[in-house]
């Protein structure tokens, strides 16, 4: 499921990452030819995103001959007036806000002279506290179950699922320097939408780390019926709180085909990361021209 493995296409990133540093220790070569990669999964990484960078030209380029310049722009797609000093404090959608005091009113909420947000039954709105997902209690993960599953039949968990899908072929938000603003954006407008639910839950995170020292992940917790599910032969998910979850290709339930391409994340991967000194090999485009 996308919300929770948001963290997947930058584990690719990673690992095509560390495949570079492998063949080069300069800052701003890359691998051009995907060939060179070292291993087959990183590889199938790397035409990936080559495709998308190529569709990413080509709607841009598309985009560039049909674009308004100003004052071409109509009125009603130009932005309101802000007061200095308020961006994100004040929005017309509760997805633009950047604040407890902007997303207060949409709680139904009210200021306290302390500045915090105080919902009519007097429990005060904090700022979401992100745990690994198997450190939640019960009560925690059973509640974050139940806002997704009431996400899911309004039509948001939808919607937002389409808005992902449609920058996962172009734009930088998959294939490019905006990979990690895009979507911390993105995750904060879905735990938004969560929080507009039930305001005490937050979005998990997993720690894959953790299952890398199994001799087997795919027998991982984490894939019991208690978290994300299990499947049945075909890969379907029949079990756990998203069980026959409808998706947005019309299938009946959710596909999962555990271990067929990537790897899980390491303790070296991480250190890889960690150890860049080089901005351009956090954010730069990933893939190059060939």
Not at 65 to 83: D, K, Y
Not at 113 to 136: D, S
Request: glycine fraction near 8%.
């Amino acid at each position: 499921m996308w919300f929770l493995l948001l963290l997947i296409p930058l584990m690719f990133a990673v690992e095509f990452i560390s495949g570079q540093a492998q063949i080069s220790q300069e800052p701003n070569r890359f691998i051009r030819n995907c060939d060179q990669a070292p291993t087959p999964a990183i590889r199938s990484i790397c035409l990936n995103l080559q495709r998308m960078a190529n569709n990413s030209r080509r709607n841009f380029e598309e985009e560039s001959r049909a674009r308004i310049q100003p004052p071409g722009i109509p009125e009603h797609l130009r932005p309101g007036m802000v007061v200095p000093g308020s961006r994100g404090q004040v929005a017309s959608n509760p997805y633009d806000c950047m604040t407890l005091t902007c997303l207060c009113p949409y709680f139904r909420g009210e200021i306290d002279p302390r500045n915090q947000c105080v919902l009519g039954n007097g429990q005060v709105i904090a700022m979401a506290y992100r745990k690994e997902y198997r450190t939640l209690t019960e009560v925690e993960r059973l509640r974050y179950h139940s806002a997704l599953n009431v996400l899911k039949r309004s039509g948001e968990y939808d919607r937002l699922g389409r808005q992902h899908q449609s920058v996962a072929g172009s734009g930088g938000a998959h294939s490019g320097p905006g990979f990690l603003p895009w979507h911390r954006e993105f995750i904060k407008r879905f735990e938004i939408a969560l929080r507009l639910i039930d305001p005490s839950v937050s979005v998990p995170y997993w720690d894959s780390i953790l299952d890398s020292y199994l001799p087997d992940p795919r027998d991982s917790i984490f894939f019991s019926t208690i978290f994300m599910g299990e499947t049945d032969s075909f890969g379907n998910v029949i079990t756990g709180p998203f069980a026959y979850w409808d998706t947005l290709d019309g299938r009946s339930a959710i596909v999962r085909s555990l271990g067929r391409e990537g790897q899980l994340f390491t303790e070296w991967n991480i250190q890889q990361v960690m150890q860049q000194n080089a901005i351009q090999n956090i954010l730069a485009y990933t893939a190059p021209m060939p």
